[in-house]
T-cell receptor, first 114, second 115 residues
Framework: GNSVTQMEGPVTLSEEAFLTINCTYT??????LFWYVQYPGEGLQLLLK?????DKGSNKGFEATYRKETTSFHLEKGSVQVSDSAVYFC?????????????FGKGTLLTVNP | GAGVSQSPSNKVTEKGKDVELRCDPI?????LYWYRQSLGQGLEFLIY????????KSGLPSDRFSAERTGGSVSTLTIQRTQQEDSAVYLC?????????????FGPGTRLTVL
């Protein structure tokens, strides 16, 4: 079945540092890939998505590229801010008819210190 | 506009009691989903509604779990005879017609603690 593995946290960075959160997946077919973010006390929000190989999703300075050859979708940001402190989830959507069934990683807690 | 809302935000119950968790999706969203996030685990899919029907209940972990949706809007997830392993955050999401169903909008969740 489908699975998502993301780097375990917590990750602690200083403001303006470079961020990478690794995510790899196992899936059949050609799933869409997502990064969700959960700020303290809030619900999950879609951060970015990519629907096919070599697509790059980007939002709020975050980027991730769909790499089919390495089955990866690593999240990067060049200069993090304190407001980026949150839990980040990598996810994939089933390909085909059950594409609503999202499979999530366990989440990575990011803390950015001033 | 309002997002997905869930109630209660926190629920503490005793083992063996029944609980009901409520989800109010974004207005106009025809598809609704329930997920569960247990400690140290990623989110697990539980059930998918399209309108009032549930074509996919494959993620419900046991027959103690059931869900319904009325009027194509509010959904209730019921857990009967709760067990300690049911303790988790239960998340609801919805999606709108015309968008891919994997583009889902999540509520803040209900944290269930079974003592």
């Amino acid at each position: 079945g489908n699975s998502v593995t993301q780097m375990e946290g917590p990750v602690t960075l200083s403001e303006e540092a470079f961020l990478t959160i690794n995510c790899t997946y196992t899936a059949t077919g050609y799933p869409s890939l997502f990064w969700y973010v959960q700020y303290p006390g809030e619900g999950l929000q879609l951060l970015l998505k990519a629907t096919k190989a070599d697509d790059k999703g980007s939002n709020k300075g975050f980027e991730a590229t769909y790499r089919k050859e390495t089955t990866s979708f690593h999240l990067e940001k060049g200069s993090v801010q304190v407001s980026d402190s949150a839990v980040y989830f990598c996810a994939l959507g089933n390909s085909g008819g059950s594409n609503y069934k999202l499979t999530f990683g366990k989440g990575t807690l990011l803390t950015v210190n001033p | 506009g309002a997002g997905v809302s869930q109630s209660p935000s926190n629920k503490v119950t005793e083992k063996g009691k029944d609980v009901e968790l409520r989800c109010d999706p974004i207005s106009g969203h025809t598809a609704l989903y329930w997920y569960r996030q247990s400690l140290g685990q990623g989110l697990e899919f539980l059930i998918y509604f399209q309108g009032n029907s549930a074509p996919d209940k494959s993620g419900l972990p046991s027959d103690r779990f059931s869900a319904e949706r009325t009027g194509g809007s509010v959904s209730t997830l019921t857990i009967q005879r709760t067990q300690q392993e049911d303790s988790a955050v239960y998340l609801c999401a919805s999606s709108r017609p015309g968008q891919p169903r994997d583009t889902q909008y999540f509520g803040p969740g209900t944290r269930l603690t079974v003592l």
